[in-house]
């Protein structure tokens, strides 16, 4: 799934799309991720003002929404819906009133796959996987819902080209629940520095502990829960 918003702190959404996959494996990550019929766009007037921001990455504005029912702060997936996926799924899975769904993210799982390239952005990561004039011309209609959600699709197919051991939902949202727990300091002293690598984080808590102590309690980029069980150690 991917949504449009009105910005990134306590976002109403513009722009809703998802495309709802099959439930069975039967022998191999196509199968896995074979598209069903049902998939859906929907577009909503927002409460609050677009920021500039968001205006420049996905180029909606106030009178394309105009007429569109108000956004009403929550939305539900289909009955029947266990997973949610997307790329970087957590920030939409908040826009839409965070319902009791597994995530799937994308975005981390890439992290983990190709770690040597520059970026993991949607968009670099289909640049990544095609020739680059093919990318070019399917990433003209990115930054709207629908076309990001299909992109999205695309790199999860190639993400389970590269984990064949993979064969059920379950087992993706556990390999993707892995891949959120971070390996290295991605900021701070510790963070990348002269085009070097962040250092470990188990290494900084056997040569460093206050400092992993200190994130643990007063470094705003730490407080999340993945941050929280790699500084713990609990991977």
Known sequence: MDTETTGIVDPDVLQLAYISLVKTFSGSPASLVEVDRASEVMAFKPRKPISLGAMATHHIIEEDVAHCSEWVGTWLPPIGTEYLIGHNIDFDWQAIGAPPLKRICTLALARKLWPMIDSHSLSALI?????????RDLLKSAHQAHADAWLCHRVLLAELALMPAIASWERLHAASEKARVPTHFTFGKYGPQAGQPGIAIDEVRRMDPSYIDWCLRSC??????YWQRALRGQV
């Open 220 to 225: 705003d980029q730490c407080q999340d829960e």
């Open 127 to 135: 640049y990544h996987l095609m020739p680059h004039h093919a990318a």
